[in-house]
């Protein structure tokens, strides 16, 4: 199981911070954390306080990650706050004030969960766009958790993207007087600035035009699409008129088997496209 901390948040566990210092901001943090853990408030103060002693966890950039191991609660907790001014004595380790402080108390019998969420929370919030979108204008509860929930979906959107980039891929015939080679590319590799396409046996370059690309890129659009609604596609048939009655042909079998001729206008010529699609696993359609 991948722990991400955007996963555990919901309506509660995002807030808007009033205080203007450590102190007050801290009991804001650990009054809310006593509620959705139900454990008692002094522990929790007693051990973050014990915890931001022997270092601070002020980690630069505006960020905060306070965070302690508690027995007995089932999930870990994370509370986002956002606070409305910046905390200047958090005593950061860049000297930097603090705006955004990610508190987690993680149950002490899971310390890969605890390290994943910790993991999760610096590599999503080391981005400083996030988090000045986080801080910008007057924070409210539900701007937060939608900005931190859109920014997981793109970089989810992202990883898909660069998944599918290795299945989709693209030959035609070379053009070449009795070469009989296969000109073959990643389509997600037209949008390099490096890309050449050649030829494998006579080493014809191929340059692709504007309109081309265009047209090709949107072409890898509607597989990223199709690839997207894969879970419900397994379910869909196409039905097929033919003498006597219609066959039905499991739309999985069309993916799997995406195997498509696009005849598209290239140099002056119509030119088939031979389309290669695999699904992003082999048990995708099991
Ligand atoms: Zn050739």
Redesign the pocket.
């Known amino acids: 199981m991948n722990y991400d901390f955007i996963g555990f948040l919901n309506d509660e566990s995002v807030m808007v911070l009033r205080g203007s210092t450590k102190l007050e901001i801290m009991d804001e943090l650990i009054d809310r954390a006593a509620e959705l853990t139900r454990l008692n408030r002094d522990v929790i103060y007693r051990m973050t306080w014990k915890r931001e002693q022997m270092m601070t966890t002020g980690v630069g950039n505006g960020l905060a990650l306070p965070h302690i191991r508690v027995n007995d609660i089932p999930q870990p907790v994370v509370i986002v706050g956002v606070s409305e001014k910046p905390i200047a004595d958090y005593q950061s380790q860049d000297a930097q004030p603090v705006r955004v402080v990610v508190f987690i108390v993680a149950p002490d019998e899971n310390p890969e969960a605890y390290l994943q969420l910790l993991g999760s929370v610096s590599r999503r919030l080391r981005n400083p766009e996030l988090l000045a979108k986080l801080t910008e204008g007057a924070p409210t509860e539900a701007a937060i958790l939608q900005t931190l929930r859109e920014s997981a979906e793109s970089a989810f959107m992202n990883t898909k993207t660069e998944e599918l980039a290795d299945k989709a891929k693209i030959d035609f015939g070379?053009?070449?007087e009795g070469?009989?080679?296969a000109?073959s590319f990643r389509l997600a590799d037209l949008n390099s600035r490096t890309f050449q396409a050649v030829?494998?046996?006579?080493?014809?370059p191929y340059e692709i035009d504007g309109a081309l690309k265009e047209k090709l890129d949107r072409l890898l659009k509607l597989i990223g699409s199709i690839r997207e609604a894969e879970d419900i596609l397994g379910d869909c048939f196409v039905s097929v008129n033919v003498a006597g009655g219609s066959v039905r042909v499991p739309y999985a079998l069309l993916l799997t088997r995406l195997n498509t001729l696009i005849t598209l206008n290239y140099g002056g010529r119509s030119v088939d496209f031979h389309l290669r699609v695999e699904p992003s696993s082999p048990e995708t359609f099991r």
């Open positions: 070379c053009f070449e070469c009989d080679g000109v030829c494998p046996k006579c080493h014809r």
